[in-house]
């Protein structure tokens, strides 16, 4: 492999090392600098300010995963918009019946989860 | 019109979507309407591959899909396929209980992203298709789904099939890195330079690729998922994928391994052969053991996938259209044997146990000669198509100057014969009183009587047409 393609990612191993330095000082810099006055108040695990009951791991409704699901059909689908949008003037109208054809396959998906009431959360 | 080579793709897309949109507003009851429409998408599908079958090779979409002779064969052997499993669907699920709409919508999507892998001319597109094809028959593989079998079989093959796309995009990936290319033809190109330089990353990333469609094709040694998943699997599914997915696969090895990296064959040559030795030695020798219909179709399976890595190997003048009458033969045989097994399950559950077929020919001779008929076609008895298929591959191998794999070739069939007629043998001569009745199943009936149709006439029919030409 040439070493100009390798040159070109010094860049990039720049970004690695100095988002490691600023990572490690910040984590090792308090530990040096920080006063320590532990209580008990102070060692108990913290949870927007309220004291945690239970313990952290617990079974929770598998009708999480239906909506995790749901979640990735229409949500993170939304990502695939932003590139067309910009880039949509230039590729004319081909990149508009596409995208209409994408949002049409996504359209059954969805009137097929609704139908089948994946929607509904009591049932 | 660049995208004509997606046309029996999108056809089967399509259809798939509309029967998704009619499941969601479907009264409940018999699925039997679903089972219909899907079989008329085929059709549909069938028909559009009928028409391009006249055109020249079309290249189209950024040259990722082209479409010639082998596609053209390679999507009709899937669509008959499709066709062949929608028709002994519907009684078997609805006997099992396990009768839902979206059964046809995944069939119909599996089956299009196998005709995506037949037209398949860039290693992405071979990556799509592999993966459009998997996700469905995840699925389809755990569709009896309170059963536990099932369930590990769909879960087994996601996870082991996850593992082995994992090896494709990486062998793609290196291969990008070496060379820049995606394209299969170019990457040929490219490997026939005068001086090709240092191809290490090429040679890494092919035998990745090779791990990864070896998985699909179950040859050994990446076989280990078949039997279980087989097994597991609703019956008309395994025939599916002992038929089409199996086509599919081979199709990917045809493009990437003769179109893309053809020209560095005698590199890879040594590992195919091996891969196709340890296949045929290993399937055969294995399905001697089991006492189950299913299990031993599974290794059947693999047995065919280590045949078919040998055409791959083979004189490509004779090869090419050896591995294509091969598929469709071997795919006819399987789904006949499948639609004789599914009506050997009932409301009462499924035996597939050999002791379950005994004495089962007595009651009803028809399906006990269709399986002696499919079975021969297996081992490749003349005058069945497995007879042609097989001549024309060791033919190929032989021209080819691959004596010891052909010789291998032989022995395992003849060993095959003991397996695949045991399950005969049980039918006609076994206890006088079968212990199940065969349930009825008219379509089951139907796809049994095209199968054993096709079986008989086909290796003729291609003699009287000129495919063969020694």
Known sequence: ?123 | MAWLPLLPTLILTAGALLLLLAEAFRRPGSAAGMAWGALWITALGTGATGVLATWGPLEGIYRMVLWDRGAFWLSLTILVGTGIAILFSQRYLADRGIERGEYYAFLLLAAGGMLLMAVAADLLVVFLALEWLSFPLYILAGFARPQPESEEAALKYFLLGAFASAFLVFGIALIFAGTGLTNLSDLAAWLRRPDPGAQSLVWIGGALLLVALGFKAAAVPFHLWTPDVYEGAPTPITGFMAAATKTAAVAALIRVFWTGLGPAMDLWAGPVALMAAATMLVGNGVALLQSSFKRMMAYSSIAHAGYLLMGLLGEPSLALPGVMFYLLAYSIATLGAFAVAVRMAGPNGEDQSFGAYAGVARGSPGMGAAMALFMLSLIGVPPTAGFFAKLMLFAAAWQAGWIALVLIGVITTVISAYFYLRVVVAMWMDRPEPRHLPRPDPGARLSMALSAFATLFLGVLWLMLGGLSL
């Open chain 1, 1 to 123: 492999m040439p070493d100009g393609i390798l040159l070109e990612y010094v860049p990039i191993l720049t970004l690695i090392l100095v988002g490691l330095g600023i990572g490690g000082v910040a984590l090792i810099a308090p530990q040096l600098l920080a006063p320590k006055r532990p209580s008990r108040r102070k060692q108990l695990p913290y949870e927007s300010g309220m004291i945690p009951i239970g313990p952290a791991q617990r079974r929770f409704p598998v009708k999480f995963y239906l909506i995790a699901l749901l979640f990735i059909l229409f949500d993170i689908e939304i990502i695939f918009f932003y590139p067309w949008a910009l880039q949509v003037r230039s590729l004319k109208t081909l990149a508009l019946v596409e995208m209409g054809l994408f949002v049409l396959i996504l359209l059954i998906g969805y009137i097929y989860a609704w139908r089948k009431g994946a929607f509904e959360w009591e049932r």
